[in-house]
């Protein structure tokens, strides 16, 4: 049940549009496929067997994975669609 001005539905719209965006987003973090480098892509270290088997397609040694991670920048978890500021407008 949807208050105020918003018709029926209307959250659960919302909730399903919040839910594509996130699964589409991830959808582009295409994750590493096909055969794994023995040597890191970024530093050109050695990459340990066990990473490579543990693995498949991956790419970076342990460290330059380690610092691109920590350069992610999560995004923030408010719905805009539903805020109470787009509604007033």
Do not use: F
Not at 32 to 54: D, K, L, Q, W
């Amino acid at each position: 049940m949807a208050g105020g001005w918003a018709r029926d539905g209307a959250v659960n719209e919302q909730i399903e549009a919040s839910i594509a965006d996130e699964l589409a987003r991830l959808k582009a973090r295409r994750v590493a496929t096909g055969e794994s480098r023995t040597h890191c892509a970024e530093c050109e270290e050695p990459i340990p067997e066990a990473r490579r088997v543990a693995l498949p397609g991956v790419k970076l040694c342990i460290d330059c994975m380690q610092e691109r991670d920590q350069a992610y920048q999560a995004r923030g978890g408010i719905n805009r669609r539903g805020s109470k500021d787009s509604q007033l407008k």
